[in-house]
DNA sequence: CGGTGTGTTGAAAGGTGTCAATGCTAGTGG
DNA sequence: CCACTAGCATTGACACCTTTCAACACACCG
């Protein structure tokens, strides 16, 4: 772990999300970004939060792939969401004596903590920014529902599809994809994990992408091919992640 | 819909629940009633909450039982959550334009909406209470991602036999089992759309679980004949759904 | 009394898992 | 620079869990 160099606030993932929402002033940027001070690296492969361990501060992810997961006793292992650059962990870590599941680093993660007291602080000195952390809450929630539909309704090559578009547009959500083309630094196993599948079976619904001509698959890129067909085959609801959820104006800032 | 007759506040289901974690005081008590003064009765089978549409107003369920559930093009459903008496639906309802998925009434049902300024204000007139509505918004946070382990990485029987202590866990923290017993409205349908099932396939597993003499299903109520022997086969945390997760002193209490 | 929804059961099909072997690539140490 | 290893991707054969399709039973209800 080393401290990491930081360079303009606005190029920051989390601050570059919200701005698609959201023009935030100089002083809620300055604010956002003080928040995000006490940064460090984790390389890959760290478990960074321990189910049933003490867990009280909430993290922001700044760059890297991270895995949120459970375990069972006898060694399977589920997937409940990947945290992106941008995304926070843990926003009421204050209210919860314990991590409830675990997190583990995919890629080298560079990460901020911030102190829960702080947090709260936002509720009434900068009411937009709380605004924001429970649309990001919110939106968390959101993808874990997907989540659930995905495993329960859809089959493998849904599945994995719904997946790969997904992993696609919150990418975009933070300026880390071009061209329908995107860093993926996950195995076969991670994705077996993530989707309720076997390895081996998300091999051969890969290569079954692949051969549809609907992706590109090489160790660490991913290229969606044909988007508009492969969100048909996902049934990828147009609605599902679009930004338009936290409006000027909303209930929150015209209520505090 | 017609206005319920309510009784004492101290039997209501959410403060029921809540008294298990920390002694509210009087202020406190009448404060939540006061929140909940907006009450309705929904007659089974409504959609109270539609997909798509807007959506403004936390709800808490008072009475019966609902499903948040998500429908594909297809009529797949998948069912991600039961939202039982006591239960607080969509907390951030103010950060959020539209509905993201529906939520329908499986028994009659008595709810209260809440207005979602009041919600806010809980956090600078009543800090406690706003800390108990993240502590219950995590809850729920934490039995979906026990639903994406359930259905990602456990069997038809395990899935079962998890779902149905779950219900039994969360039906005793409001007073409403008894000696391993509790009312059970769900259909096998319904059962199959949330475990990611099959009706049929319900129905064997099921009748499974009853050959085993783990419970004892008749229509409209379950029984669990063995807790421990369920509770193995299920493989259930006893940390799971524990109330010790906002004890006294915790920091929302000491920030603000 | 005839619907309609729900539960129950059987037989067959099919999607996914299991087991096992092979290939490939990157990193490591001699 | 070359074995050598470890991790991951790939593929085949087969077993099995779950689905599908279909039929029937049963209770409730207008």
Redesign the interface.
């Known amino acids: 772990m080393e401290q990491a160099v930081k360079t303009d606030p606005a190029d920051w993932p989390l601050i570059r999300k919200v701005s698609r929402l959201i023009d935030l002033d100089a002083g809620e940027i300055s604010h956002l970004a003080s928040l995000m001070a006490d940064t460090l690296v984790h390389p890959a492969q760290t478990e960074i939060i321990t189910a ?1 361990e003490d867990f ?1 501060h909430t993290t922001i992810i700044q760059e890297g792939w991270a895995a ?1 997961f ?1 375990l ?2 006898d060694g ?3 997937i ?1 969401n990947f945290s992106l650059p941008g995304d926070i962990i843990g926003l ?1 870590a ?5 991590a ?2 675990s997190v583990k680093t995919i890629t080298d993660c560079t990460i901020s903590r911030v102190d ?2 702080v947090i ?2 936002l ?2 000195e900068f009411p937009r920014l709380a ?1 924001i952390m ?2 990001s ?2 939106t968390q ?2 993808i ?2 997907e ?3 995905r ?4 089959t493998a090559y849904e599945r994995t599809a719904h997946l790969f578009i997904e992993l696609l547009r919150r990418l975009e959500a933070v300026g880390l994809a071009e061209d329908n083309r995107i860093p993926f630094p996950l195995t076969q196993e991670l994705l077996a ?1 993530a ?2 599948l076997t390895a081996v079976h998300i091999n051969r619904t890969i290569r079954k992408l692949r051969n549809n001509g609907l992706i590109e698959y090489s160790k660490g890129n991913l290229a969606i091919l044909q988007r508009d067909r492969l969100r048909q085959v996902a ?1 990828f609801d147009p ?2 992640l679009e930004p ?4 000027p104006g ?3 800032n015209s ?2």
């Open positions: 049933g009280r949120h459970k069972l006793p399977r292992q589920q409940l009421y204050m209210v919860w004596n314990k409830e599941h829960p007291g709260l602080s509720f009434t605004a429970c649309w809450a919110e929630g959101a874990l529902r989540q659930v539909v495993i329960g309704r859809r994990d989707l309720g049934d609605a599902y338009n959820a936290l409006p909303t209930a929150v209520n505090l």
